[in-house]
């Protein structure tokens, strides 16, 4: 039973979140527009909260309950999650730029993939998005992962608690002791060319002010897809 009050706080939470964004218009309005004038800010916020909410449905799935969530370390892994997320959001931003411009020098389409960008559905837009996928995944992705594989087994080693800021983070011995051919074999060689490259390209066809969102929402998936994987 206590299960089940659990998920029904997690969707109530959910709903507490999103709902009012589609309830209220002028506070849907204040959203776009800060989201505009402070793209970094809003994006870390955004990550620091759908990003950890979709460790802790995936830890749910894993485990069948919340009781985990005592060393799970929320705030440590949202404080981490707001950094990385704003990390995102730059990389997104030099990788939107720059990928569309090396697509159309390959393509020799004379500046047709980057024009497509700023416009509607097209092929030239989906092998701009394709581009961007492609490279962000590619040149940024492996970085990123290793990295917020290191702080999480340091939230981890630290008991979950915010000390873990206050407590050296012992990178080298983390390194040392990763499963790094679990993290070839399927964080890289799998995630990446089988769902974040696609994911990212529909990422990318989308309207500027959705992207950051829409990416954010991406790690709720996986979360949940390698969760029901780790189960079976």
Not at 43 to 59: D, P, Q, R, Y
Request: glycine letters at 10%; proline letters at 4%; one cysteine or more.
């Amino acid at each position: 039973m206590k299960r089940f009050a659990g998920d029904a706080v997690v969707v109530l939470i959910f709903l507490a979140l999103f709902l009012p964004f589609f309830l209220c218009e002028p506070l849907y309005a204040g959203y776009k527009s800060f989201n505009a004038a402070h793209a970094v800010l809003a994006g870390g916020i955004k990550f620091a909260v759908l990003s950890t909410l979709g460790e802790i449905i995936a830890l749910r799935i894993r485990t069948g309950s919340y009781a985990g969530l005592k060393g799970f370390g929320v705030l440590p892994r949202m404080v981490v999650w707001f950094f990385l997320g704003a990390w995102i959001v730059m990389a997104m931003r030099i990788f939107g730029k720059g990928a569309p411009v090396l697509a159309d020098y390959i393509l020799n389409a004379d500046g047709k993939v980057t024009a497509a960008m700023a416009a509607g559905l097209s092929w030239y837009k989906f092998i701009g998005a394709f581009f961007i996928s492609l490279m962000q995944n590619t040149a940024f992705a492996p970085v990123f992962m290793t990295l917020h594989k290191i702080t999480d087994t340091h939230i981890m080693n630290c008991g979950g608690s915010l000390r873990a800021f206050c407590t050296p983070m012992r990178v080298g011995e983390i390194m040392a002791g990763m499963n790094w051919r679990a993290q070839w074999s399927f964080v890289f060689k799998k995630t990446i060319p089988f769902f974040w490259i696609p994911a990212h390209t529909v990422t990318f066809m989308l309207p500027g002010e959705y992207q950051v969102l829409f990416a954010a929402f991406l790690s709720i998936v996986l979360g949940v897809i390698l969760a029901f994987a780790a189960n079976k």
